[in-house]
């Protein structure tokens, strides 16, 4: 069964960071395209951030440039979101996601990836 498990949310003061970590298990995605997206109450499912097979091509939802980094372990078969200078407008549903037919996706591509998390809260306070 292959399964995404996203880790590291938690309650954290504006100004603070978090570390997102999503492990991938039942299958390797270290030849695939991988991605976090995140959804606030009453809000759709937006892009957060995305990253190809290798690490070289990553992109980022404006709302979170200069503030987040996208990463991988392909030897750990995981994928890392690093949040910093944290806003309550950050608050959300963080979830991860691959796409097993792709290694590289251009931002904003969301329909394209077949295996999702389950989530991790992330809850950001004024």
């Known amino acids: 069964q292959v399964q995404l498990v996203e880790s590291g949310g938690g309650l954290v003061q504006a100004g603070g960071s978090l570390r997102l970590s999503c492990a991938a298990s039942?299958?390797?995605?270290?030849?695939?395209?991988m991605g976090w997206f995140r959804q606030a109450p009453g809000k759709e499912r937006e892009s957060v951030a995305v990253?190809?097979?290798?690490?070289?091509?990553?992109d980022y939802a404006d709302s979170v440039k200069g503030r987040c980094t996208i990463s991988r372990d392909n030897a750990k078969n995981t994928v890392y979101l690093q949040m910093n200078s944290l806003k309550p407008e950050d608050t959300a549903v963080y979830y991860c996601?691959?796409?097993?037919?792709?290694?590289?996706?251009?931002?904003?591509?969301?329909?394209?990836?077949?295996?999702w998390g389950q989530g991790t809260q992330v809850t950001v306070s004024s």
């Open positions: 039942g299958r390797t995605f270290s030849s695939n395209a």
């Open positions: 990253i190809s097979w290798s690490g070289d091509y990553t």
């Open positions: 996601a691959a796409a097993s037919r792709y290694r590289s996706l251009i931002f904003g591509s969301s329909s394209l990836y077949d295996y």
